[in-house]
């Protein structure tokens, strides 16, 4: 028999298959739970690990699609001039929201791993988590840590704010859906933007800016944190 | 319009976007920032539409459609997660917990701020 799998066609339409099955899926259960990058990612796996696939022969197509990322974030450039305007009035809040967000983010992560006792390669690795994947690689690169936990990491993240975030933030208690935009950004990257992006066009321009501000500030702050962390775990 | 130009107008979106991209990456590459080549690009494309250089209508159709499978484009990543399995399973105690409380609490913060200084007009 033919290893189909050996191809890139594989994984471009297992890809494709698993991920329109889960926007089909969701159509019919309306469950936060089933998200589309969630459900499809999952079933993906299962495929892969019981027809004894590597990863490395199903991204062989699958990186294709990744490819499409860097487009669609330049894509985010375009879409935030189009909202600019409506943005523009709001600007001195938004930035206050995206910094303060930000700096919560590497203080919390930062005091936990201190608190658990965590490796210090872990630390070196998740401080960026809140930030998008190619920005928080760089960063983990500057602070000598594993870039493919931060990666596994930060998606793990997105992927838990997109299908949490919204849920979570009407429970307690916010109802502007910018603010809802602008925190997925922040916390969440671009699989949170992706998620403002289905709440409405101008979520998605906040959460997108968003996620760009927090990108840069991250890139600014992170490494001199880790360097403080890594110093004080060491002297204590 | 007809179908012909609207794709090609589509074509012509898509070429800018990579354009783009592409400056995005060289600045990056050259300057050595730590800044990635593709929020750069973000940052250009927006810059340019601002000062005029290329118009919203030329670039809508191929970035709208750029955003409207974004998630998409997320799948490969996620199943990527399946290759850290061991290191997951040694330490995902520490993990969960450190990424669901920021999380949370960077989602509560950022909106909280938000919903409470922004101006509804």
Redesign the interface.
């Known amino acids: 028999m033919i290893e189909l799998y050996k191809f890139s066609i594989f994984?471009i339409v297992l890809?494709?298959i698993?991920?329109f099955g889960a926007l089909a899926l969701r159509e019919k259960l309306k469950f936060v739970l089933f998200n589309?990058?969630?459900i499809?990612?999952a079933a993906?796996?299962l495929v892969?690990?019981l027809s004894d696939i590597s990863?490395a022969d199903?991204?062989k197509g699958?990186?294709y699609?990744?490819?499409?990322?860097?487009?669609?974030?330049?894509?985010?450039?375009?879409?935030?001039?189009?909202k600019?305007k409506v943005i523009k009035?709001?600007m001195?809040?938004?930035i206050?929201?995206?910094c303060?967000?930000?700096i919560?983010?590497i203080l919390?992560?930062s005091i936990?791993?201190i608190i658990?006792n965590?490796?210090e390669v872990?630390i070196k690795s998740?401080v960026p988590?809140?930030v998008?994947?190619?920005?928080a690689i760089?960063?983990t690169k500057?602070t000598y840590g594993i870039p493919?936990?931060t990666?596994?990491?930060v998606?793990?993240?997105?992927?838990?704010?997109?299908a949490i975030?919204p849920g979570?933030?009407k429970f307690?208690g916010?109802?502007?859906k910018?603010?809802?935009g602008?925190?997925?950004g922040?916390?969440?990257h671009?699989?949170g933007?992706?998620?403002a992006?289905e709440i409405g066009p101008l979520p998605?321009a906040y959460s997108?800016l968003?996620m760009?501000v927090n990108?840069?500030l991250t890139?600014l702050m992170a490494p001199h944190v880790v360097v403080w962390i890594i110093s004080y775990v060491s002297s204590s | 319009m007809s179908k012909l130009s609207s794709q090609l107008l589509m074509l012509k979106g898509?070429l800018w976007?990579?354009i783009?991209?592409g400056l995005?990456e060289l600045i990056n590459y050259a300057l050595d920032i730590?800044?990635?080549?593709?929020?750069l690009?973000?940052?250009?494309?927006?810059i340019a539409?601002?000062l005029n250089i290329i118009q919203?209508k030329t670039?809508?159709p191929?970035?709208?459609l750029?955003?409207?499978?974004?998630?998409?484009?997320?799948?490969?990543?996620?199943?990527?997660?399946?290759?850290?399995y061991d290191?997951?399973e040694s330490?995902w105690?520490?993990?969960s917990?450190?990424?669901?409380?920021?999380?949370?609490?960077?989602?509560?913060?950022?909106?909280?701020?938000?919903?409470?200084?922004?101006?509804h007009?």
């Open positions: 994984g890809t494709l698993a991920f589309p990058v969630l499809a990612s993906i796996i892969l690990v990863f199903y991204n699958g990186k699609l990744s490819f499409f990322l860097s487009p669609a974030i330049v894509a985010l450039g375009v879409l935030f001039f189009e600019y009035h709001n001195y809040p938004f206050m929201a995206v303060s967000g930000g919560i983010s919390c992560v936990l791993t658990m965590a490796p872990i998740i988590l809140s998008t994947t190619p920005i760089e960063i500057m493919s936990i990666a596994g990491v998606i793990a993240v997105g992927i838990f704010g997109n975030g979570f933030l307690v916010i109802k502007s910018t603010a809802i602008t925190a997925l922040t916390a969440a671009g699989i933007t992706a998620r992006i998605g997108g968003a760009c990108g840069v890139t | 898509f976007i990579f783009f991209l995005g730590p800044i990635p080549g593709n929020i690009g973000m940052l250009l494309i927006f539409l601002k919203l670039l809508k191929a970035s709208d750029l955003l409207k499978y974004m998630v998409l484009f997320f799948v490969p990543y996620g199943v990527g997660l399946m290759s850290y290191f997951i330490y105690v520490i993990l917990v450190a990424a669901v409380f920021t999380t949370l609490i960077t989602l509560y913060i950022t909106a909280i701020i938000q919903q409470k200084m922004e101006r007009d």
